[in-house]
């Protein structure tokens, strides 16, 4: 509600003598602890900022909350003379209260803490500070409420518990990344038993090609010469023709030979591989450092995956436009870089 001028006189005069009025809920109701519509009389705001200076409790939230309502008032450069000269209220103090009437506009919520401990809350998130005003905390051994605890023990508590969250927080990256290595691992596990088993399909058909070859080569050596043959041209023909699909098979035969080595050495690669990931997935299980087991395999992997990312950067540089080449440069310095900055 609004005051008459009547009332205001006896607020002015009140305050200038220094006296506090005994009824307290009067002066609530009468100053409003809500803003009003109207814009108020700058002077009514100075005499009641100085009246809550003088109150204990909640009243910090009071004075912010008028702060608040004098600084829309006030011009440019109006404001700090006015805080100086006004209420005697320094720039960082009045920010703080300020903001406590914003964060608090309830002052109930936190009339018994004072505004060290209420400035100390608003480190939490608005979400949690109701909880865990009303809950009791550790400090030193001893379970304390907030309001049992000094502005010192509310800033540590609320350290131990930013800690607490952190703590939790990584412990639950570590846990994903974790879950996402051995997913990894799997499924590095499964393609390459999927390679061995195509490499091994791969060896047999070219052992398969190499017999059926060398028997063919056999079967065409040993076959015995035509005797119904009429003239000595006939003869060389024959020989000339049986020469010749000898020599077509040997060269079949050479080329299913090297078939057969190249996937020789592909499936002694994959079954390598597959010896490593093992190895690597045994010391995961039983390695009593999860952490450095699970750094060990993905280094390794990253290391794969850096000879890949060289390998298609000289294909890039053997183009004759190096635009992709000088991409992929400046895009592995900048992994560089980024993997350096893992080890500060």
Not at 23 to 30: I, K, R, T, V, W
Not at 79 to 106: C, G, H, N, T
Not at 215 to 228: F, G, I, S, W
């Amino acid at each position: 509600m609004c005051l008459n001028e009547l009332e205001r006189e006896q607020l002015r005069e009140g305050l200038d003598g220094g006296q506090e009025d005994p009824d307290g809920p009067f002066l609530a109701e009468a100053m409003g602890l809500t803003e009003p519509e109207e814009e108020r009389d700058l002077l009514l705001i100075e005499g009641e900022i100085l009246f809550y200076k003088r109150q204990a409790g909640g009243a910090f939230i009071e004075i912010g909350k008028r702060l608040n309502e004098a600084k829309r008032q006030l011009g440019h450069g109006e404001w700090l003379p006015w805080l100086r000269e006004k209420v005697d209220i320094s720039e960082r103090s009045a920010q703080d209260l300020m903001r406590l009437a914003r964060e608090f506009p309830k002052s109930a919520e936190i009339a018994d803490l004072g505004a060290s401990k209420a400035l100390a809350l608003l480190g939490l998130p608005a979400s949690e500070r109701e909880q865990f005003a009303a809950e009791k905390h550790a400090v030193d051994g001893v379970e304390k409420s907030v309001s049992e605890m000094t502005a010192k023990e509310l800033k540590q508590a609320i350290r131990e518990r930013d800690e607490a969250v952190k703590a939790a927080q990584a412990a639950k990256a570590d846990a994903a990344a974790a879950e996402e290595a051995r997913a990894k691992m799997a499924e590095d596990m499964a393609v390459v038993n999927a390679s061995l088993k195509d490499a091994r399909q791969e060896r047999e058909r070219a052992d398969d090609q190499v017999r059926r070859l060398e028997a063919e080569l056999a079967e065409l050596k040993a076959r015995p010469v035509d005797v119904a043959v009429e003239t000595v041209v006939d003869q060389e023909a024959v020989a000339k023709a049986r020469a010749d699909a000898v020599a077509e098979i040997k060269e079949k035969l050479k080329i299913a030979r090297s078939q057969r080595r190249e996937a020789q050495e592909a499936l002694a690669a994959v079954q390598t591989q597959l010896d490593r990931l093992q190895k690597e997935e045994k010391r995961a299980a039983l390695s009593a450092d999860k952490d450095l087991a699970m750094f060990e395999v993905l280094f390794t992997q990253g290391k794969e995956l850096a000879n890949k990312l060289h390998g298609l950067l000289i294909k890039a540089r053997g183009r004759e436009d190096q635009t992709a080449a000088q991409g992929m440069e400046k895009a592995l310095r900048a992994l560089a870089e980024a993997i350096g900055r893992c080890a500060e």
